[in-house]
């Protein structure tokens, strides 16, 4: 008896199945395909990866240093691996950019190419750190386009790699950077007031190069395997303050951002009477 209903539902089991199966859209191997596929594998999954279609990139976790960054996006295709390099057609979407070519990146469209033997490539984009990404964020959006060699037969993609997962849609013939240098003040400095003084994005970025502190560490201000503790701040208040004196003993003061000259905390102020006129 148990039997006799088990059997229809594993019928109905197999027949679904195969309604299914001659659903399923194949792709025309004669014909190849191009898309963005940015991301990187996560743990929630065996083998899943989670992808994206921006870049948001702020140099101020940079030392002065560093004026540039290159940047990658991942091209990959759909259909054979070819025996020779496949030209990918990409292109600036002027009307949701507002990055400017040779002042803010420099990027050449001719490396958009599939190497032999390959499905994907990763193309650069050369960002240069310019003084106005302290007040906003520029954007470059790239787009891909059909041409010879590959078609865009889709605008738009699942966000992960596990089919079951609902995940999220995202651009798929689109790829978005978005640069800039906005500082914030860390909750961690009115710890650190007494020490530094008021905040300012001169005396952060100066303090950090002068002790050698990440900028993620104030993020974490206080754990252990941070530099930013409160048992610290008297060394570098004291480090910082050495460092702005040479600067005005050689008639060479250190500005801050509203023009005047850099002081810290009561404790440990510099001498600017020598660079006085």
Known sequence: ????????????????GACNKDEIMLFDRGEAGVYFQSGNRTANFVNSELYVDSTDY???TESDTVVE??????????????????????????????AIEGVHYEMNPEDAVIPAGESSVSFPVRF????????????????LEDNEYFKVYFNE????NVYYATGEQIMADRYKFLISEIYTRPLYWYSAEDYFGPWSVAKFRLVNDVCDI?????????YSDSKVRAG????????????LQELADMKT????????????????????????E
């Open 58 to 60: 702020s140099f101020y």
């Open 128 to 143: 240069f750190r310019t003084s106005d990404l302290g007040d906003r964020k520029i954007q470059l959006m790239l787009k």
């Open 69 to 98: 960054i290159i940047l990658t996006t991942k091209i990959r295709t759909m259909g054979k691996v070819r025996d020779y390099p496949r030209p990918v057609k990409l292109v600036i979407d002027t009307e949701n950019t507002t």
């Open 1 to 16: 008896m148990r039997m006799k209903n088990v059997l229809p539902f594993m019928l109905l089991f197999f027949l679904v």
């Open 253 to 276: 003061p250190k500005l801050d951002d509203d023009g005047t000259y850099m002081q810290l905390g009561p404790n440990f102020k510099v001498d600017y009477s020598g660079c006085i």
């Open 157 to 160: 993609q699942k966000n992960t």
């Open 232 to 243: 610290c701040f008297p060394i570098y208040a004291y480090m910082v303050r050495n460092v």
């Open 214 to 222: 990440p900028v993620e560490d104030w993020l974490r201000g206080g």
